[in-house]
């Protein structure tokens, strides 16, 4: 049977099998509210930044699932709102909060999931399917942020950039052993970011809003974590080492067209 890890499985997008989270309590809760009893989920705790914490969520998963890992799913992230609905210049008025921000951001996403994949590859090593996808945006993609003007989102594009780097590194070190690293955007979904926005916030997202239809004409707003789900597996079951998909960074269409 094959074996699926993803992180941040607490809310919004995750929603799998061996879910990482922080808060384990209330997850379990959660799966048991909503899913009932099933034997094949897993909660393991683990903060992504606490490298300890993943050496022993991955002890534990090799556990359960007997030493092998098929799929790791890298979709926990720190989505942040101090750069949400503001150019990076007005963000350089607060220098001190940019850094703050931008560090630790830089800290969950790119660092916490560098370790998290350095830790769990033994276990995708033995895996049968060897896929390791990192849950991206398409606000980090250097062609729409130029065409479309794109203000808002920097830091959040710019960790996801250096995610993205990342993520072709590893590839770059492990396609020869048939390990798939790859970046995916799963297109804007709903999962409540915007729901404390003020009006005046509103105005700076209706920004991006505009440039989004610009760009896709037939956008017509966010689409639901279970279609945004179902479009990832869909792109990461589709793809391989094989057909050239190592290091890429596509949409949840399996290509450069992002909504
Ligand atoms: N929603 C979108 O439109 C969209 C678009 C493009 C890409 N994405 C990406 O898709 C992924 C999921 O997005 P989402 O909207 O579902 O995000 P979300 O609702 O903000 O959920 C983020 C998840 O990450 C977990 N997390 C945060 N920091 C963590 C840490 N240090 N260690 C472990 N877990 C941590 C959170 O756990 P807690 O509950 O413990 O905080 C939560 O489960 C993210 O990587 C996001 O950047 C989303």
């Given at each position: 049977m094959p074996s699926y890890l993803i992180t941040g499985a607490s809310r919004g997008l995750g929603n799998t099998v061996i879910g990482l989270v922080r808060d384990k309590p209330a997850t379990e809760k959660k799966v048991t509210e909503e899913l009932e009893f099933r034997l094949n989920i897993h909660i393991l705790r683990a903060d992504i930044t606490d490298y300890e914490?993943?050496?022993?969520?991955?002890?534990?998963?090799?556990?359960?699932?007997?030493?092998?890992?098929?799929?790791?799913?890298?979709?926990?992230?720190?989505?942040?709102?101090?750069?949400a609905y503001d150019g990076i210049g007005a963000l350089g008025e607060q220098p001190k909060a940019l850094e703050e921000d931008l560090t630790h951001c830089f800290r969950v996403n790119v660092l916490g999931n560098i370790h998290?994949?350095?830790?769990?590859?033994?276990?995708?090593?033995?895996?049968?399917?060897?896929?390791?996808?990192?849950?991206?945006?398409?606000?980090?993609?250097?062609?729409?942020?130029?065409k479309y003007n794109v203000e808002v989102a920097s830091l959040y594009a710019i960790r996801k950039a250096g995610l993205?780097?990342?993520?072709?590194?590893?590839?770059?070190?492990?396609?020869?052993?048939?390990?798939?690293?790859?970046?995916i955007?799963?297109?804007?979904?709903?999962?409540?970011?915007?729901?404390?926005?003020?009006?005046?916030?509103?105005?700076?997202?209706?920004?991006m809003l505009k440039a989004f239809r610009e760009y896709a004409p037939h956008f017509r707003g966010p689409s639901s974590p279970k279609a945004a789900v179902r479009d990832v597996?869909?792109?990461?079951?589709?793809?391989?080492?094989?057909?050239?998909?190592?290091?890429?960074?596509?949409?949840?269409y399996g290509t450069q067209q992002f909504l």
């Amino acid at each position: 049977m094959p074996s699926y890890l993803i992180t941040g499985a607490s809310r919004g997008l995750g929603n799998t099998v061996i879910g990482l989270v922080r808060d384990k309590p209330a997850t379990e809760k959660k799966v048991t509210e909503e899913l009932e009893f099933r034997l094949n989920i897993h909660i393991l705790r683990a903060d992504i930044t606490d490298y300890e914490g993943l050496q022993a969520a991955s002890a534990q998963t090799a556990i359960i699932t007997g030493g092998g890992l098929d799929y790791l799913i890298a979709n926990a992230g720190y989505v942040s709102k101090f750069d949400a609905y503001d150019g990076i210049g007005a963000l350089g008025e607060q220098p001190k909060a940019l850094e703050e921000d931008l560090t630790h951001c830089f800290r969950v996403n790119v660092l916490g999931n560098i370790h998290l994949f350095n830790v769990f590859l033994p276990l995708i090593l033995q895996g049968e399917a060897k896929k390791v996808i990192a849950l991206s945006t398409g606000l980090a993609n250097l062609s729409l942020i130029p065409k479309y003007n794109v203000e808002v989102a920097s830091l959040y594009a710019i960790r996801k950039a250096g995610l993205n780097t990342a993520v072709a590194k590893f590839s770059a070190q492990y396609a020869k052993q048939g390990v798939l690293f790859m970046s995916i955007c799963p297109g804007m979904v709903e999962t409540g970011h915007f729901t404390d926005a003020t009006p005046e916030q509103m105005r700076g997202l209706a920004g991006m809003l505009k440039a989004f239809r610009e760009y896709a004409p037939h956008f017509r707003g966010p689409s639901s974590p279970k279609a945004a789900v179902r479009d990832v597996l869909s792109v990461m079951h589709r793809a391989s080492v094989q057909n050239g998909d190592g290091g890429t960074f596509v949409s949840h269409y399996g290509t450069q067209q992002f909504l």
